[in-house]
């Protein structure tokens, strides 16, 4: 993948969906006869346009899966703080169920997202019936002046499908372990994950065409 070809070409169809915590919104790029769709959450004060969510709706509309960018209820209503974690997945599994019945119907389903919607893909992972989890910057240890911060290790090890992590090298949140079914590439960056592009489309898309395969 090209550096200038992060961005998905076509203008996405905007499905706006009722969910317990409020309208949420979201980006489907759809394509005909998809394998699978990716569905892709930001991160906790960002939007869908993230370069590295980008880049990976981009590698999966590549190779004919249909991409779903999906903004919590909280930033539709234009608050950038994120509510509590049980709040997010609540939103996540109604949206999800929502697309269910719409454009996703029964096709295999990816789940994703950078940092804080990594954290809510792998959380509801089983609940969703998901085949793969999809983490960009996952923040593992939020850095802190004094005492130790609680790892976010545990959410990481709750999928029981396989797990790929992008994650910049100097990212301040710490650098997850691999494990049996999960796997971590580490690329050049931090934890916006904006210098390495091509890279982290080549990066997912393999993962995209092995887990599909």
Known sequence: MREDAAVPAADPEIVELDTPRGPARVHVHAVATPRAWLLLGH????????????????????RGIGVGLVEQPYRVA?????PRPPALDEAWLAIVAGLRSGPIGD????????????????????????????????????????????????????????????????????MPPAAPGRTVVPVRGDHGLKPEQGRIGEVVGGWLDDLLA
């Open 43 to 62: 991160g906790a004060g960002g939007g869908v346009h993230a370069p590295d969510l980008r880049t990976s709706a981009g590698a999966a509309l590549d």
């Open 78 to 82: 234009g608050r950038r703080s994120p």
């Open 107 to 174: 096709a295999p389903l990816v789940l994703g997202g950078r940092s804080s919607g990594a954290r809510v893909a792998c959380r509801t992972a089983t609940a969703t019936g998901a085949v793969g989890v999809l983490c960009l910057a996952f923040p593992l240890e939020p850095p802190r002046r004094s005492s130790p911060a609680p790892s976010r290790l545990p959410e990481l090890e709750q999928p029981t499908v396989p797990v790929l992590v992008v994650q910049g090298e100097r990212d301040p949140y710490g």
